[in-house]
């Protein structure tokens, strides 16, 4: 059980839109930042995403990411074949005064 | 470039004690937090703690607290995680990251993780 939720399977067609939520609470999500990466099979998993919206260099404009209240989203625009990958979503939680993952989301591109 | 270079696999026994290692390459080493991260197998991402070289300052998860140590060799960059009795239940791939200079800065580098097979 994680203290982030996130669907454990999301889906779509090559160039359509897939969006992962990640909902958590006031003392994670609700205080601070969420932080996005991206794991491909058999390989370390990646920074996608921090502070929310932000793309780490070499990160297409196709990721986008959002936050309202206590829960996140991270979009993907244009969706290619190579999107097709675990996402995860991590905050830091000022009550367990440590970083919280979800659980993970696998994208598959149809 | 800044990357960070894991020791390879390991089988132990349980009962058996291990220590892994994390190289930090292109950067100062003791400027940036070290974060561990277990994830084991067909399963998600556990946060195990953090480990700042620069003090040896420590943080744990809860989940992890008493079961490994974070502990780093600042001459060579070299961060490490170990165990004095391992569990079955260990068996996992253990990755390190690079943080900040903070706890909450988010971890754009990673290890390419290590591989730990606890098995009779």
């Known amino acids: 059980q994680t203290v982030l939720t996130q669907p454990p399977s999301a889906s779509g067609a090559p160039g359509q839109r897939v969006t992962i939520s990640c909902s958590g609470s006031?003392?994670?999500?609700?205080?601070?930042?969420v932080t996005w990466y991206k794991q491909l099979p058999g390989t370390a998993p990646k920074l996608l995403m921090y502070?929310?919206?932000q793309r780490p260099s070499g990160v297409p404009d196709r990721f986008s990411g959002s936050k309202s209240g206590t829960s996140a989203s991270l979009g993907i625009s244009g969706l290619q074949p190579e999107d097709e990958s675990d996402y995860y979503c991590?905050?830091?939680?000022?009550?367990?005064?440590?970083?919280?993952f979800g659980g993970g989301t696998k994208v598959t591109v149809l | 470039e800044v990357k960070l270079v894991q020791s390879g696999a390991e089988v132990r026994k349980p009962g058996e004690s291990l220590k892994i290692s994390c190289r930090g390459f292109g950067y100062r080493f003791t400027d940036y937090w070290i974060a561990w991260v277990r994830q084991m197998p067909g399963k998600g991402l556990e946060w195990m703690g953090l480990?700042?070289?620069?003090?040896?300052?420590?943080t744990y998860s809860p989940s992890f607290q008493g079961q490994v140590t974070f502990s780093a060799d600042k001459s060579i960059s070299t961060a490490y995680l170990q165990w004095s009795s391992l569990k079955a239940s260990d068996t996992a791939i253990y990755y390190c990251a690079r943080g900040g200079s903070g706890t909450h800065y988010p971890f754009d580098q990673w290890g390419q993780g290590t591989l730990v097979t606890v098995s009779s």
């Open positions: 480990f700042y070289p620069g003090d040896s300052d420590t």
């Open positions: 991590a905050a830091w939680d000022d009550s367990l005064n440590g970083w919280v």
């Open positions: 006031s003392s994670n999500i609700g205080r601070g930042t």
């Open positions: 502070y929310d919206d």
